[in-house]
Every structure is written in C-alpha cells, then in structure tokens.
C-alpha cells in the first residue's frame, strides 16, 4: 500500500513536443506528491509539488495534473528540450511532508 | 551556499571492512534521511532522523546503522559490508514545512567486493 507505480520506464521525445510520466499510488493517506528531477552524477531535485485539494498545478513548462478518485497523477513537459533529459521520480507522503515514498523513475531523452 | 555534502563521493571496499558514509547540512533542517538508488527499484529509504537523538528505520535498514548527535549531520554506518550493498547512496534533509521538499546531497557510489 506504501508504493507508487511509475511508468513508462524511459521515454524518448523530439524537441519541442510534450513528455508525460504517470504515477499510481493506493495510500489515500498520501497528501503531498512532488516530482524530483536528477540529472547524471547529482542528486534529485524538486521539480514542482502539488496537494491534493488541487487537479493541477503549472510553473513554466512543468505541470502536474491529479486526479484524487483515480489515484493517479502525471508530470507533463510541454516543449520538450535537450536540457530536459534526466531521470525524474514521483513521491508521495502522509506524514507531514517526511518520509517520502518514490517511484521507480523514469529516464526522459529528448532529441535534438 | 545551502547544500547537503556528502563523503567520500566514491568507495571500493571489501566485504566484511567497516565504513562510514558522511553527511552534514547546513540548513538547520529538522529532518534528515537515507535512500539508497538501485536501477528499476528507485529511491528506497534507509533510515530517517526527525530530530537530534530521534532515528527510525525506513524501508531497508538491515545492515545498516545511523546516529544523529548533532543536528547537522547524519552518518551512515555499514558495520560489515557485503555485496548487496553495491549502491548509489544519497543523504537528505528538510525542514517540517513539506513544501520544501528534500535537499539531496550529490551522492556516494559504493562498490562492495
């Protein structure tokens, strides 16, 4: 109950189009859903977060949709660049913002 | 420069040999936490401090052992290494506010043989 599905496992998009990676999770306890972005050699960094009580959240180029009945939320890329390719993770927490459970990942290429 | 650091960067051990993975922040956060990184399995906790003398085990501690005396740092003690061990470890802190989300240091990669 404490994990969070992840895919696709990698993906690869040209430039300019749109990259989309989508979590499930089953804990409805799960209050705070971040996306982490990790480039190689670094550590993961917080992309952009959204709560529940929100079905979407913009900044930039990132946006989160949620979907609380499906369990489900997706980090979508619009404008997809080179720079953009990384590994990105999805997390949830219950616990106020502490002990965060993360996705398997998912590598992103984006081609020139 | 806030940052989580994290040493050494890179280990060779054999096993069965002992060793300590450091980690201090210099954010004065509350909250600091292991994950070990394995292709296909993600980020999986270690263990996770709340607060000074205040540690709990996260998803995978067996092997491993931490302690936190002072608020900034976080060590990570592997009292007799194996090979399963083989990983890319990363240290972690926070403060309580969530939106914050967690401050990663850059990372160790430790190679049991």
């Known amino acids: 109950q404490q994990q969070v599905k992840q895919s696709p496992q990698s993906l690869i998009v040209q430039k300019g189009g749109i990259s989309i990676i989508n979590c499930a999770y089953e804990n409805t306890a799960f209050d705070y859903f971040p996306w982490y972005q990790q480039f190689p050699g670094k550590g993961p960094a917080l992309l952009i977060a959204?709560?529940?009580?929100?079905s979407e959240k913009k900044e930039g180029r990132f946006t989160i949709s949620f979907n609380k009945s499906a369990k489900q939320f997706s980090l979508h890329i619009m404008d997809s660049q080179p720079g953009d390719s990384a590994t990105y993770f999805c997390a949830a927490t219950d616990n106020y913002g502490q002990n965060f459970v993360f996705g398997p990942g998912t590598r992103l290429s984006v081609l020139p | 420069e806030a940052q989580v650091t994290q040493n050494p960067r890179y280990l060779i051990t054999v096993t069965g040999k002992k060793l300590t993975v450091t980690c201090s922040q210099n954010m004065n956060h509350e909250y600091m936490s292991w994950y070990r990184q394995d292709p296909g399995l993600g980020l999986r906790q270690i263990y996770y401090s709340m607060n000074v003398e205040v540690t709990d085990k996260g998803d995978v501690p067996e092997g491993y052992k931490v302690s936190r005396k002072e608020k900034r740092n976080f060590p990570l003690i592997l009292e007799s290494p194996s090979p399963n061990q083989t990983s890319l470890y990363f240290c972690?802190?926070?403060?309580?506010?969530?939106?914050?989300?967690?401050?990663f240091g850059s990372g160790t990669r430790l190679t049991v043989v």
């Open positions: 972690a802190s926070s403060p309580w506010d969530s939106s914050a989300g967690y401050t």
């Open positions: 959204i709560r529940p009580d929100v």
